[in-house]
C-alpha cells in the first residue's frame, strides 16, 4: 500500500503522527471500449462545441452554469479558497458509537502510526475502544476540507469520510406511514423467521458471482479464441424451486418460510459433529483458494 496522506491527529495536548492509506480496493475487471470491427481501442477527445477544436487537458478550466450565466474558475480561483493543504487530522468532537449513521459514511482510510514510540497512538485507540466513543474529525484530502470519523478497526484506527448533512435525502414515502395493522401472531411469525435465519456474519463466504463468472468467459475466449459457445461456458442450472404468485396471506407465508428453515437446519444438523467439521473444513478450503486466488 502507498500513503496518500501524511500528517498528525490533534486532540488537545495530544499529537499522533500517522500515516494514511486506503482501506479498500476494487476487485473488478479493468475493461476499455474498442472498436468491435477491428479491435482498436477507443480514444475519447474533448471537442469545444464553439470552434470545434480538441482542447487539450493543460487548457481546460471548470465552470458554473445557473441557467442564465456562466462563470469561469481558474486554478488560481481554487487555490485562492481556504482548503488548502493541511497536516492536520483536527478532533472536533467525542461522540457515542451508535450515533454514527452507517448513510453517512464514504470511503474507508487506514491509520498507520509513524512516531518511533507509538505511545500516543496506542492510548488513543485505546481510549475510543474503553468510552465507546467515535471521534468527529476535520481533514484536508486533495486540498478539499472533509468531514470524517476516527474509529478503532481491531488493532488499527481508522478514517471513515462523510457525507454533510445536506447531501443525505429526505423521503416521505406513502408506504411507511401506512396504519396497517400488524397483528401479535405476525409479529411472533416474523420473529421466528428471524431467528431461523440467524447466524454470525462471515464476509469470506460470499463471492462475487459475476466477476467470477466474467473472468471465467474472459478465460474461456483467450483458450478458444474469438468463438465461444455460451452454452457450454455457462450450462443451465436446473432451478429446484417453481416461482411463485402472490403472497395473499401474511401468516401463511411466514410460516412456510419457518418450516422451511427449519426442516433444512434439522436436516443439516442430523449428522451431528461429522456434519459440523466438514463444514469447517470446507470452510479452511474455501478461504485456502481464496487466498490462492487473490
Known amino acids: ?44 477527445q474533448h471537442r469545444c462545441q464553439e470552434c470545434g477544436k480538441v482542447v487539450e487537458y493543460e487548457d481546460m478550466v471548470k465552470a458554473y452554469d445557473d441557467g442564465d450565466n456562466r462563470v469561469i474558475l481558474t486554478k488560481d480561483d481554487f487555490e485562492a479558497l481556504p482548503a488548502d493543504e493541511n497536516d492536520d487530522l483536527d478532533v472536533l468532537q467525542f461522540v457515542p458509537n451508535d450515533q454514527i449513521d452507517p448513510i453517512m459514511l464514504e470511503k474507508s482510510y487506514f491509520l498507520e502510526p509513524t512516531s518511533k514510540t507509538p505511545k500516543a497512538y496506542l492510548l488513543l485507540r485505546q481510549t475510543l475502544e474503553d468510552t465507546d466513543r467515535t471521534a468527529i474529525v476535520k481533514l484536508t484530502l486533495r486540498t478539499r476540507t472533509r468531514l470524517a470519523i476516527l474509529r478503532v478497526s481491531g488493532k488499527v484506527l481508522m478514517i471513515q469520510t462523510l457525507r454533510w448533512a445536506d447531501e443525505i ?18 409479529l411472533e411469525m416474523s420473529a421466528k423467521l428471524v431467528d431461523s435465519y440467524s447466524e454470525d456474519f462471515t464476509p469470506e463466504e460470499f463471492n462475487d458471482d459475476y466477476q467470477d463468472e466474467l473472468r471465467k468467459l474472459i478465460d474461456a475466449k483467450i483458450d478458444k479464441g474469438e468463438t465461444l459457445d455460451l452454452e457450454k461456458a455457462f450450462p443451465d442450472e436446473d432451478e429446484d424451486e417453481e416461482p411463485g404468485g402472490d403472497v395473499i396471506d401474511l401468516m401463511e407465508a411466514l410460516q412456510k418460510s419457518v418450516d422451511s428453515s427449519r426442516s433444512k437446519k434439522k ?28
Open 267 to 294: 436436516s443439516s444438523s442430523g449428522s451431528g459433529a461429522k456434519t459440523a467439521g466438514s463444514k469447517k473444513s470446507s470452510s479452511s478450503s474455501k478461504k485456502g483458494e481464496t487466498k490462492k486466488t487473490g
Open 169 to 186: 435525502r429526505d423521503v416521505d414515502f406513502k408506504g411507511v406511514n401506512s396504519q396497517a395493522k400488524i397483528s401479535k401472531k405476525e
Open 1 to 44: 500500500m502507498r500513503a496518500i496522506w501524511t500528517g498528525s491527529t490533534a486532540f488537545g495536548l495530544v499529537n499522533v503522527p500517522v500515516k494514511l492509506y486506503s482501506a479498500t480496493e476494487s476487485h473488478d475487471v479493468n475493461m476499455h471500449q474498442v472498436h468491435e470491427k477491428d479491435g482498436g481501442r477507443i480514444r475519447n
